[in-house]
């Protein structure tokens, strides 16, 4: 049985109301400030799921009603949804197209150029979930990394009209589909976190349920059961439909207070931000939160320009991110802030609603499609051919033979990652796979133990050591060599460290190596870790201090001091972008060492001086040491482990 709807067969839209565009205005804010201030607002990445409820709202009143008067279309809808979603988002494609040809590296710009295909084929979350990982651009130099959102958005305006069309002319009941569709992506979301994260919050099917607990609410309200539209004066407004909205600021107020970057998300917590949207738009226009406030001329206005000001603001903030090679400071990023709301009010109207509106929609929507097609294709073609390496000067195309998936891609090789070097949700029984080299009775043993740095000193170990020792390696992500270690997004780590205890028990080798970033750790737990292997019969340990570190990925500051240099050399040692406060945690380690009567390894003393570090290595080819701002290449490792002295 279908349970009645209550349409205006001449309304095929909602009601206007002018707090549905003040909670945009709410939702876009908390966003923006979160990318530009995150230590202000910790949670305010939640406006997104705003968002979501309220499209999920509107867009299934839209259908509902349709559906009801028997005049849904689903070219005319489509077509809407085209001259809503693409004007602004072509420019701001073509915008970051046009900034990163002057400013991007062969390898950045290839992946700028996959963003773009993925932005204009509103796949962008697939593409982002397939890119993360350990050694993944840092999230603030992707100028497209927003579109992620937008993709699931119109992923469920694929879908769910299909769904809904489909049940409505089975005679189904529309409110069951709607929570059995919306039970279902809520269990796998909350089943889905626990076990990957990035999936969960990447995935349209992990997310749908956010919009469906806005088509239901409008399917609710379209059945009667409302407090929009009441006959009820403001002044005689049921103390419900107030308590309602406010209780739904509560619950966003407390989202933004309580959720952060490390919360596991959206799982549970996404229940905050999603139930305060239904209750503020289930209490209606009328209640005094929504006509005082969220009516309020300022925040509506905001509200129409949400969503150019939502693609502005996260490329200014990122491409700023890219050219000063660290975070901008807060002045900047509030100019930036105040910039992108200037773009989104011209953007609004004299693009978006030129075409949104007026004659010739069916020419207008044609051309739309044309034009996302060309770029879509513009960015796959840069992607194909590598980030356009010609943009570049002729020492800088040298040296950017270098392409950063590939680099990565062969030090996962050079790695073994998977089976040598395990990733977060593998245990010790994976290093069965693990094929250390054919152990030579007439050599001793060298076991290589840490986390990826470590990982990233085994190529070159193999080079220059393999005649002496028999090498193997037990590395492991984020699992520095310090028993007893706890990390949350690494469960596996201390057991895992207990068992290569065992392990070394078992095999009894004569040295062994430690490495990690010791920066990011507890690194003076170092200590147990010495004494625990002298108790076994350890005799020759190694500690290896942390590698020199840069504030951006070295090949970047190359190019950027390249360009500031009067003589358009590329410097083979540097200073610019090096950070030195590890430099003390090199002494502190230094000092462990000789105390606890073992060798200290460092890589500082290595390859900096006065001048500066290394940036290049190699005689008739320079290659860069590193490949972001810390980890070895393959040419990096087997320069610095030549320098060792292993015994």
Excluded at 543 to 555: E, M, R, S
Aim: with cysteine; hydrophobic share 45%; charged share 15%.
């Amino acid at each position: 049985m279908v349970i009645p709807l209550t349409p205006a067969p001449h309304l095929l839209h909602p009601k206007y109301r002018t707090d549905i565009d003040g909670l945009r205005a709410i939702a876009v804010l908390v966003v923006v400030a979160f990318h530009a201030f995150p230590q202000w607002v910790t949670g305010g990445f939640i406006g997104v799921d705003i968002f979501f409820v309220i499209s999920g709202f509107l867009i299934s009143t839209i259908l509902y009603e349709n559906l009801a008067a028997k005049q849904f279309s689903f070219l005319t809808f489509y077509a809407r949804r085209i001259r809503r979603i693409f004007p602004a988002l072509i420019l701001v494609l073509l915008t970051c197209f046009g900034v990163g040809w002057f400013v991007l590296l062969p390898d950045e710009y290839a992946q700028l150029g996959h963003h773009m295909a993925a932005g204009a084929g509103f796949v962008q979350n697939f593409v982002l979930w397939g890119e993360a990982n350990y050694f993944d651009n840092l999230a603030e130099t992707k100028p497209l990394l927003h579109l992620w959102s937008l993709g699931i958005e119109e992923q469920f305006y694929i879908i769910w009209p299909l769904l809904l069309w489909l049940a409505y002319r089975l005679r189904a009941n529309l409110l069951v589909v709607t929570l059995l569709i919306g039970g279902v992506s809520f269990f796998l979301n909350i089943e889905g976190i626990k076990g990957n994260a990035t999936a969960t919050f990447y995935s349209p099917q992990t997310r749908f349920w956010e919009l469906l607990a806005g088509a239901t609410l409008a399917y609710v309200n379209l059945s009667g059961l409302r407090f929009a539209n009441s006959p009820v004066k403001p002044q005689g407004l049921s103390r419900w439909s107030n308590g309602a909205a406010t209780l739904g600021m509560a619950l966003l107020i407390l989202g933004l207070v309580l959720i952060h970057k490390k919360s596991l998300f959206p799982g549970w917590w996404a229940l905050l931000p999603v139930l305060g949207t239904i209750l503020i738009l289930w209490a209606g226009p009328q209640a005094w939160l929504n006509r005082t406030v969220l009516s309020n001329r300022v925040l509506v206005w905001i509200g129409l320009i949400s969503y150019p000001l939502y693609l502005w603001h996260w490329a200014l903030l990122s491409f700023a991110r890219i050219m000063e090679s660290e975070t901008p400071n807060e002045w900047v990023r509030l100019g930036l802030v105040l910039s992108s709301v200037g773009l989104a009010a011209l953007t609004y109207y004299w693009l978006e609603k030129p075409i949104r509106f007026g004659k010739y929609p069916t020419a207008k929507t044609i051309a739309l499609i044309i034009l996302m097609s060309i770029i879509g294709y513009l960015g796959y073609n840069t992607y194909q051919r590598d980030g356009l390496g010609f943009r570049l000067p002729k020492e800088i195309v040298q040296l950017s033979e270098y392409k950063m998936g590939d680099i990565r891609d062969s030090h996962y090789s050079t790695w073994r990652r998977y089976s040598c070097f395990l990733e977060g949700g593998q245990d010790f029984a994976s290093f069965s796979k693990c094929q250390d080299e054919a152990n030579d009775i007439k050599k001793p043993t060298l076991l290589l133990w840490g986390d990826s740095h470590a990982a990233s000193l085994y190529p070159g170990l193999e080079k220059n050591y393999s005649a002496t020792f028999n090498i193997l390696q037990r590395t492991a992500s984020l699992c520095p060599p310090i028993l007893g270690f706890i990390k949350s997004d690494r469960p596996n780590c201390k057991k895992l460290n207990d068992d290569i205890l065992i392990f070394i028990k078992k095999i009894k080798p004569e040295v062994i190596v430690l490495s990690a970033w010791w920066v990011d750790y507890d690194w003076k737990s170092i200590e147990n870790t010495i004494a625990q292997l002298k108790n076994v019969g350890v005799k020759n340990i190694y500690l290896v201090g942390p590698l020199p570190q840069w504030n951006d990925n070295l090949p970047s500051l190359v190019y950027k001091k390249f360009k500031t240099d009067p003589l358009r050399q590329v410097s083979q040692r540097m200073s610019y972008g090096l950070k030195t406060d590890y430099a003390n945690i090199d002494n502190e380690l230094a000092l462990i060492a000789r105390n606890q009567k073992i060798q200290y390894l460092s890589p500082r003393s290595v390859l900096c001086n006065e001048q500066g570090c290394l940036v290049l290595v190699g005689e008739k080819q320079k290659k860069y040491i590193v490949f972001d701002t810390t980890h070895l290449t393959l040419a990096g490792s087997q320069y610095l482990t030549s320098k060792f002295e292993l015994k």
